[in-house]
């Protein structure tokens, strides 16, 4: 877990406000993912970075946009939310490629949107 | 469509006993199978993987057991601790580029 760091811990934000989430990995990976966990339901994959190059976005919300400045570091921009985007998100890096290799969790960020 | 479907949702152990977490999948193009455990506050962790070309693997306590032809594969914790009480997630990937995960487990073991 000390391999990929997320900040803030926890952010609670009204339905007008506009947030970032910031994710960093430590591990030398080419590739960073945002996941969305809500209770009793499978993780849900938000976006995908591989080399940089943004390969998956699964018909996210464009209240939710990411950015990838380089291979170590992901963010996830917030604005106009809805309640029902209050969940834990993960953020999450590995070395991608054949064979299908470990991916690295950051502890999350608990998000409230009031 | 959930790739990955995962039972039980919740699971009570006593101390020393078994559990077992069984997950089935579709798609016949995944070729990695990780079990993740999470622990409150903190990110899935890495438990123990597997690939469709093995029927099981051991790691200490931990076995994956793998069935291709039923497209199943679960976990088994042998003498669960206390200490295992956690939420269990399996999961599987097409070369490592995508995961599917489960619902999760909740498990706890009863001293």
């Known amino acids: 877990e000390t391999g990929v760091t997320q900040t803030p811990r926890h952010l609670v934000m009204g339905m007008t406000n506009k947030k970032s989430l910031k994710c960093e990995q430590h591990?030398?990976?080419?590739?960073m993912y945002w996941y969305k966990q809500s209770a009793k339901k499978p993780l849900e994959l938000m976006f995908v970075?591989?080399?940089?190059?943004?390969?998956e976005n699964n018909s996210v919300p464009s209240r939710f946009s990411p950015e990838c400045p380089n291979s170590s570091h992901l963010f996830l921009h917030l604005h106009t939310l809805q309640p029902e985007d209050s969940a834990l998100y993960l953020c999450?890096?590995?070395?991608?490629?054949?064979?299908?290799?470990?991916?690295?969790f950051g502890p999350g960020t608990r998000l409230t949107v009031l | 469509q959930q790739q990955v479907k995962q039972s039980p949702q919740s699971l009570i152990v006593q101390k020393g006993g078994i559990s077992i977490i069984n997950c089935a999948y579709e798609?016949?193009?995944?070729?990695?199978f990780p079990w993740y455990q999470q622990f409150p506050g903190k990110g899935p962790a890495l438990l123990i993987a597997i690939r469709p070309d093995v029927s099981e693997k051991k790691e200490g306590r931990f076995t994956i057991s793998f069935n291709k032809s039923a497209k199943q594969f679960s976990l088994h914790i042998m003498d669960s601790q206390p200490g295992d009480s956690a939420t269990y997630f399996c999961?599987?990937?097409?070369?490592?580029?995508?995961?599917?995960f489960g619902t999760g487990t909740s498990l706890t073991v009863i001293p």
């Open positions: 999450a890096s590995s070395q991608a490629g054949e064979g299908g290799h470990e991916q690295f």
């Open positions: 591990l030398g990976h080419n590739a």
């Open positions: 999961a599987a990937s097409i070369t490592g580029n995508q995961f599917y």
């Open positions: 970075y591989n080399f940089k190059e943004q390969t």
């Open positions: 798609n016949t193009a995944f070729d990695y």
